[in-house]
Structure formats: C-alpha cells, structure tokens
C-alpha cells in the first residue's frame, strides 16, 4: 500500500484516495465502501440491524485485510482510528498515515444538502466541534502527515501529498 488517509467526515479522504490513486496509477479501496459490500448493506442498515458493535468488528476486520492485501490508497471511515484496535495497527502500519485535518466550519459547508450523512443533522455545528475534539487526538496519535484541507482543492491537497513524499524519498538516498 501506498499511503491511508485519515480525518473526519468532510475532510476530503474519498476524494483525495481517488484522485492520489488516479495520479499513481493505482488503486483506491474506501473502507466505509468495502464494509458496504461484504456486509451486502447500507452502514445505516448495519447499524439498525446489527448494532454498533457488528459494525465496529467488521470495520476492524475489513481493516486488517485492506491493511495485508491492498496496493494502492486506502481511505479510512472517519472513526476508524477510534476504536483501540484500529488504532493500534494504523500506528503499527508501516505504510504512512496521512491525516487530512478540517475545521469544524469547512465540514458544515462541505457537507450541507448531504442526506448520506445523518450525523451531521444530528449533531448540528456544536455537537459535530465536540466529536471532532474527542477524535482529533486519535487522528494525530496514527498520522505520519498533517494537511489542512480546508482552503486547499482535493487537487492542491494530491500535490502536497506527492511533494511530501518524494522530500521523503530524498531524505532516504541522500542520507
């Protein structure tokens, strides 16, 4: 694997994942997407039918799997790296963990008209500041790279990312 992203909903990790893999010339795998097809339901139905913790289980295994068999860019769901066992083989992994930071008010105007999103009219502005503070320390605690998305277009963000990697590249000839 190439690189994961991580963040909160609205930062930007599907859309980076598929133009970074497009740019690489390699594949993209949105976990939230691969949990869809092997659960043969929606998220929402998971968590209806099944509870939290099928959901949570299958996000971890689907996880590891993507972690063991995936080549190209993988896009976590917004709470993967909250559950101790993701977060454990993010931080273990030894592909680098890019997280895509985003204010709370750039979240509210990405995401406004967005009816996938149940949470965002659950919370509302001031419940969604308070979930992004309690996740905000998971995200720092697996990145390997911050960006903040929030005046950059998902094009701008691919650069960085390539830019930051070839620095990197660099560093390891040269040193």
Request: hydrophobic letters at 40%; glycine letters at 10%.
């Amino acid at each position: 694997m190439k690189a994961i992203l991580v963040g909160f909903m609205g930062s930007g990790k599907t859309t980076v994942g598929q133009l970074l893999a497009k740019r690489l010339r390699t594949t993209h795998r949105d976990l939230d997407n691969v949990i869809v097809e092997r659960a043969g339901k929606s998220i929402q139905r998971i968590f209806d039918e099944d509870g939290e913790l099928a959901f949570r289980q299958m996000e971890h295994d689907v996880l590891a799997d993507a972690l063991q068999h995936t080549q190209g860019i993988l896009s976590t769901g917004g709470g993967t790296p909250i559950q101790p066992a993701n977060y454990e083989l993010l931080r273990e992994s030894d592909v680098p963990v890019i997280l895509l930071n985003v204010k709370p008010e750039t979240i509210m105007v990405r995401l406004a008209g967005d009816n996938q999103r149940p949470l965002v009219k659950e919370l509302g502005f001031d419940g969604l500041v308070g979930l992004k503070s309690e996740r905000d320390s998971r995200y720092h605690g697996v990145s390997d790279v911050e960006i903040d998305t929030d005046e950059l277009t998902p094009e701008a963000v691919v650069d960085m990312i390539l830019d930051l990697a070839q620095l990197r590249q660099k560093r390891r000839h040269v040193g």
